[in-house]
């Protein structure tokens, strides 16, 4: 009878020590989860920034130890059972984040996997050249500068480029736009989405079934870019382009300066001379008939337009006027003419 007390009062005793260790858990446990919520909500130092940049291929380890610098108000070991807790939402995204200062570590995480980053812009003029382009991508801070040690048959290939061989110049094959952009976005991923806009712009000009200009794609765009430098105002340009396929279709020598200061680079100081003019160059269309090899700028869609809907008209020459727009003449005598009002005597 005794050993059977002694034997209910040991039960008694394990079951008191189990759960006494149990609730010690549930205590535990409680207040473990209820430190990683308060850790949760508390907010980041986010106070002196106004954006946060992932960098491709960070992993959650580089991100709290990024974030441990100088924004994380917790534990790194809490931040990371946070992202792991929270994983089935999806990866970290690379790219540049807006962020404030009242944003906690949940809703960090949750606008790292949802991917909506800062989209910045970059603008290319109509008209600029490949070296522009090259130039102003260089100086913006926020893109890749793959592109910088590659030539521009490189760039080409890697844009995706299908031209034949005598086509790889860079030259005219990127459309003039507003091209949007994530922090860390490579150079030449703009160029290659640049690039695509161009072919779409050929083609919805018709460029590819059009025949009254009787010229292949590539000629289509070197007409533009002439079209492009010689155009002040708009409205000229059908008139323009009317008068270059004009005097192709009649074997004239096209005579536009745009190509000369072209052909002449970095010699070019601004101030075209007659020692110029007769300067023999592949793309000085005074001393070379035909079109130049390759185009002098990056034309935009009015330009492309223009070539293959050119005015019906009959002109052969035009002057700038110097207010932009261009006064076109039928005879040379005309021309001369207006020359002299316009150039000589001005």
């Not at 807006?98 to 991917?115: F, I």
């Not at 076109?328 to 009002?341: D, I, P």
Request: hydrophobic share 40%; aromatic share 10%; with cysteine.
């Amino acid at each position: 009878m005794m050993g059977s007390c002694i034997y209910l009062s040991l039960r008694l005793m394990n079951k008191s020590k189990t759960y006494r260790f149990l609730l010690v858990i549930v205590v535990v446990f409680s207040l473990t989860v209820l430190g990683v919520a308060r850790a949760a909500y508390r907010p980041l130092d986010f106070s002196n920034t106004a954006s946060f940049l992932v960098s491709p291929g960070t992993t959650l380890y580089g991100l709290a130890r990024t974030l441990n610098e100088t924004h994380l108000q917790i534990p790194s070991w809490l931040f990371l059972l946070l992202a792991r807790v929270t994983s089935y939402q999806g990866p970290i995204l690379a790219g540049e984040y807006a962020v404030h200062s009242e944003l906690n570590s949940l809703e960090l995480l949750m606008l790292l996997r949802k991917g909506v980053t800062i989209q910045r812009a970059v603008t290319f003029v109509e008209g600029w050249t490949f070296s522009q382009w090259r130039a102003h991508l260089s100086e913006q801070q926020h893109i890749g500068q793959d592109s910088a040690v590659l030539t521009g048959q490189e760039v080409m290939q890697r844009v995706g480029h299908a031209g034949s061989v005598t086509q790889t110049s860079p030259e005219g094959w990127f459309f003039p736009d507003t091209y949007f952009y994530s922090a860390g976005d490579s150079d030449l991923e703009i160029l290659r989405r640049a690039h695509r806009a161009m072919l779409r712009q050929l083609q919805a000009a018709g460029v590819q079934h059009h025949e009254d200009t009787q010229l292949d794609r590539y000629e289509v765009l070197i007409l533009a870019s002439m079209v492009e430098k010689e155009s002040g105002h708009s409205s000229d340009r059908n008139k323009i382009a009317a008068v270059f396929l004009n005097r192709l279709r009649q074997g004239m020598r096209l005579q536009s300066d745009p190509t000369v200061i072209y052909g002449m680079g970095d010699k070019f100081d601004g101030n075209l001379v007659r020692a110029d003019l007769i300067g023999d160059t592949a793309h000085n269309t005074y001393v070379r008939k035909g079109l130049p090899p390759t185009p002098i700028c990056m034309p935009g869609k009015s330009s492309i337009d223009s070539v293959m809907n050119p005015a019906q008209v009959d002109f052969l020459y035009f002057v700038a006027r110097g207010d932009g727009s261009s006064e076109f003449s039928m005879t040379l005598k005309a021309h001369n003419r207006a020359v002299r009002r316009y150039q000589i005597n001005n």
